[in-house]
């Protein structure tokens, strides 16, 4: 019924069967590595006095906590409101002998949270992250980790956007961006409320999931100022054409290329989704260590470091179609986007498109030309 395996250097007893009751799900193993590696780069800089404490709010067969404790070293807190996740909790943590840094609980997570001021919050839901996300805001510290994987309303797919995160996205080409920044925008409400703010660390989409690695800053000044990184894009479905603007007031009820009426997603977080500086240490600690899942998770951070902060992106396949014409590769496009005098550069988020600060119209003149 269980069997022992390995992810990173961590042993895990997982069931042999997904079970939602003791859940192991091992296409998240990418991710665990990555977090693995982001906690590690974070914990660096604390000062070294402090024994900061994560929490693992929802954790299932408990591997994510389990690994943090015992491959970065730090004290977790590990909890999961089942009793048989709870179980194999305890099994998972002695199976690595961490009784003296990792503490299993079978406790609501909201309740747990709020019992103390965590340094780390981890919530890795099943679907949406917002029943958790005001008790996780209201309690962090200094770093948050949430995964989202109801992609379809955060991305605009289905309703759901509005009523659950309070915010309308659009069904674009770049709908995976626009449901991170729709993410980010609600944690960032969530946190301005408790008078801290949000500076995205590492913010990531794979074919299923969306994680936001952050760190929480404290003051009310920060948290004013955060809110201002919040604003909307106008997008023309006719064209292409899309426009970020920081007020809705000042928003073109028409395309500024060829006229249309465009639709207005929002309110996303607009700022940077990433810190380089961050996204460069993740990376090396990725390189050192013994990881499942080590060189397809270097690949998205090196994506993410050399990706424009720029709110959306273009597939250049779906305009070559409009166009008629074969898609040529990305790399000549991006180089004659810097040719022209744009900025550049490929996204994680697809490996069909293209960020850069060319409008649609120019886009397509270069795409006519290659
Ligand atoms: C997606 S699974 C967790 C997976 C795990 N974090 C991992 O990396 O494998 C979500 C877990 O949340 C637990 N859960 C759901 N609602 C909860 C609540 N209110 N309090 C605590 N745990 C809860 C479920 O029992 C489930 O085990
Ligand atoms: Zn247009």
Redesign the pocket.
Known sequence: MFSEIKEGTTKIIVPEQLKRSM???PK?ELC?DIDVASVSAFATALPSRQQPIYI?A????G??GVRIANEVGMCVHI????TP?YELIKRNIALNSLEERACAYNE???ILILQTRYEMVDL???GSPVPFLDAACKSVRRLLLVTATDTAPLCGAHTGGMRKYGAKPLNTDYHTEMATRVLLGAVTRDLCKYDKAIQPLLSYSTAHFIRIIARVERGAKRADACMNRLGFIAHCFACGNRCVCSDMLDLKRECTVCGAKVRIAGPLYLHAIKENAFCEQVHDELGKRELGKKSEAMKIVDTCIHELDIPYYFEHHAICKVLKIPPPPIASLIDALRSAGFHASRTHFSDVAVKTDARIDAIKDILMRL
């Open positions: 859940f192991y799900n998240m665990r693992d929802l954790a299932g067969s591997v994510r909890n999961d409101r089942s996740a609501n997570a909201n890795d839901p099943f």
